[in-house]
């Protein structure tokens, strides 16, 4: 006992015990560490490195020449650095980029890239800045939403779209040759990325004005009223009012016609008289 209370005295004493501390530490955590949460981690992040180093590729080949090298903009196209993956998944996925032609809007077209292309160029973007990442089906999926809620969505689409795309999403012409697309059948990812991006001349709608839950009550709206399966009782969708209020404007525009020529009849008739 005498030789052990003097080891424990001995200066070195304290340095002996934290070392065997550490290793025993570092033991535990080889032993119990998540090995495959670790290797998972890995094997997403040189993925994306892979996809970055790719989409950098196609951006050389399709992009620069109006972006630049980088992204950082010229004379003939805005800077990408910041604008995001959500950015790049719709103009390209829609067609809209790469533009065949200058123009003072780019229009819908069938997509040059495969979605696989699409990824990697949002990849390559994303790594130039912080922006917007792609939206998951969790968040533009309209799906579950009540009536009500449905509802409350044509209202916030009143307020903040129907200005430029028209009261039920038909689109309509702006200045300067500009026009705000019409919205049939547009894929609910690609008017959630639009809302959250703004592209063109259209405004930016992030999170913090327009939450997640009011995008999707827009797009579910938009799904009741402006698709190829959408019933239109009033037949000349004069702004999807309904047959009662296009039926009065139909009427009013039939009185104000048959007024017009019996005006023109008693004109006539009182000229021929006079003769």
Not at 52 to 58: F, N, Y
Not at 75 to 82: A, I, R, T, Y
Not at 85 to 93: H, L, R, S
Request: aromatic share 8%; proline share 7%; with cysteine.
């Amino acid at each position: 006992m005498k030789k052990l209370s003097a080891r424990r005295r001995h200066p070195l004493a304290a340095i002996v015990v934290l070392l065997f501390a550490l290793a025993a530490t570092g033991g535990l955590y080889a032993a119990f560490a998540p090995v495959g949460e670790a290797k998972a981690d890995n094997s997403v992040a040189s993925s994306q490195s892979l996809a970055i180093e790719e989409g950098k590729k196609l951006y050389a080949v399709g992009c620069s020449s109006c972006h630049g090298t980088g992204g950082q903009g010229s004379s003939d196209g805005p800077s990408l650095v910041g604008v995001g993956a959500a950015a790049v998944d719709f103009q390209v996925g829609t067609g809209r980029m790469p533009m065949q032609s200058p123009g003072v809007q780019a229009p819908e077209k069938p997509k040059v890239y495969t979605q696989a292309e699409i990824d990697q160029l949002a990849a390559y973007v994303a790594s130039l800045g912080a922006g917007p990442s792609v939206p998951t089906k969790e968040q533009y999926s309209p799906e579950g939403l009540s009536a009500k809620e449905i509802g409350e969505g044509g209202k916030l689409f009143r307020t903040n779209c129907a200005q430029c795309h028209n009261f039920t999403g038909q689109g309509g012409a702006l200045t300067k040759g500009k026009y705000a697309p019409n919205l049939r059948d547009v894929p609910p990812k690609y008017i959630y990325e639009a809302m959250l991006t703004g592209p063109q001349d259209m405004p930016a709608f992030p999170n913090t004005v327009l939450p997640e839950q009011q995008k999707k009550q827009i797009i579910a709206y938009l799904g009741e009223v402006n698709t190829s399966e959408t019933e239109d009782p009033g037949g000349w969708a004069l702004g999807g009012f309904g047959p009662v209020s296009e039926g009065l404007f139909t009427w009013t525009i039939a009185l104000a016609v048959l007024i017009g020529v019996t005006v023109w009849i008693a004109a006539r008739n009182a000229k021929a008289r006079k003769s």
